[in-house]
């Protein structure tokens, strides 16, 4: 049976507009990582998330970027994934960001999860990918890693940095562009999961929920959770004149032809 994994368009999508500032050409990459078939404007759809390595893959070849936080790091932001992002956001406090980071950790990319342990005088949380290993993932990590650094500077402030970070990969970015200048951050890599390691004290501290006059309600967000909702925000993001069918979506070469699809 064929697991099918997807990823919002918001989560890639400043790189896209990046490339295409820059003069890039966008179309072909997009035709090559089998993106064309879809509308990339809404950053509230899906796509497959395969088609999504295969892109930052062709970024590499035909672009020569090999680090891709490297060059958008200061792209990477959780407005940039609207409604989740700023659910994220607007939590009152940093434990509550993380505690909803974790309940919707599948939204943004239906591979990833999340957790978060807390021991004694430090706090780690941690993100992991469970799909197979393939081109393109890795520059996958490294962006969903900065978007967990910036949206704990979002309390932690621009100077802040944490006391570790974990890294699945057996490679580093460039993580200068992530941390402030002198920083003390200690960095493993080929670690169980991605993750960053901070005082415990930290999960008190505010939010931008906590300084809302008119404070945002969670409950207001529509994060689709739910397989339907999913499938639906992929459909949605379809160029209008394909069917929406298996060839549309595009599973894998590797992969046998699915009876069903699991999320």
């Not at 400043?14 to 078939?37: K, M, W, Y």
């Not at 035909?62 to 200061?74: K, N, P, S, T």
């Not at 970015?173 to 415990?200: C, E, H, M, W, Y």
């Not at 529509?222 to 599973?251: R, V, Y």
Request: net charge negative.
């Amino acid at each position: 049976m064929a697991h099918l994994h997807i990823t919002q368009v918001g989560f890639f999508k400043p790189i896209v507009d990046t490339l295409v500032e820059s003069g890039a050409n966008v179309d072909r990459l997009c035709q090559l990582s089998g993106l064309d078939r879809f509308q990339l404007d809404d950053p509230e759809c899906y796509v497959p998330t395969h088609s999504m390595y295969a892109l930052f893959e062709q970024i590499k070849k035909r672009e020569g970027i090999h680090d891709i936080l490297d060059q958008f790091a200061e792209k990477i932001r959780l407005v940039s994934l609207s409604e989740w992002g700023e659910m994220i956001s607007f939590t009152p406090d940093v434990l509550t960001a993380i505690q909803m980071a974790v309940k919707y950790d599948g939204v943004v990319m239906s591979q990833e999860r999340a957790g978060y342990e807390v021991n004694g005088t430090t706090t780690k949380y941690w993100q992991r990918f469970i799909d197979h290993s393939a081109d393109g993932r890795e520059q996958a990590d490294f962006l969903s890693f900065a978007l967990a650094i910036n949206g704990l500077r979002i309390a932690g402030g621009d100077e802040w940095a944490p006391l570790e970070i974990h890294l699945q990969s057996e490679i580093a970015p460039n993580l200068d562009r992530l941390l402030p200048a002198g920083s003390n951050t200690k960095v493993l890599l080929g670690q169980d999961a991605t993750a960053v390691i901070f005082p415990t004290s930290m999960l008190t501290m505010p939010m931008l929920g906590a300084n809302t006059p008119d404070e945002i309600s969670l409950d207001a967000f529509s994060c689709p959770s739910s397989i339907a909702g999913k499938i639906e925000h992929l459909l949605d993001a379809k160029q209008t004149e394909l069917i929406p069918d298996l060839n549309l979506i595009g599973l894998p070469r590797v992969c046998p032809t699915p009876k069903s699809l699991i999320m």
